[in-house]
């Protein structure tokens, strides 16, 4: 059993350019998020989908777009990407988005944009 | 908007204790997390507290005051393996996570 895997696990992009970072679960779980981690910032949510089908946007939705088309997959596309989105993106998952549900993490895509 | 203040480094001797202090204020609460954090590698889950009270979990425990907006995190019996990032987190009233910066810990021999 994987959990959450991301890739590509690091990027280095020219300012411009589109990009796609993906995130697969196989634990089922109905809630997926994308953060994004910069120094002295914490993890900051991008975008969030409670289930298959929904997304919303989180506290830093600008520049960024997701998908839902099914349970296991939450794409995170950047439409033409700026060197402020220079950062470590953490996808997660949870069962359901209350109670004692924790958020399982992927394991990160470093991205640097130049 | 959420606001989680943590302290940015602690320092402490493998064996010793130490005291992660978290403070928030949100809008509504739907429960405070803690996860790990060590470099280079992805936050894990240690403690969810919902009520006020103590959850203890084998060396590690977490402590919750709503009406103070007051969380711990006790590291009993440090290790050097316990040397890592220590992330607060409170679920709000849209049952989104917000994260404090993290405390970072490290224990000397």
Redesign the interface.
Known sequence: IAGITQAPTSQILAAGRRMTLRCTQDMRHNAMYWYRQDLGLGLRLIHYSNTAGTTGKGEVPDGYSVSRANTDDFPLTLASAVPSQTSVYFCASSAERGGYNEQFFGPGTRLTVL | GQN?DQPTEMTATEGAIVQINCTYQTSGF??L?WYQQHAG?????LS?N?LDGLEEKGRFSSFLSRSKGYSYLLLKELQMKDSASY?C?V?GGD????????TTVTVRA
């Open positions: 989680i739907n429960g997390f590698e992805a936050p894990t889950f969810y919902v992330l987190a679920r049952y989104k996570l917000s994260f404090g910066a993290g």
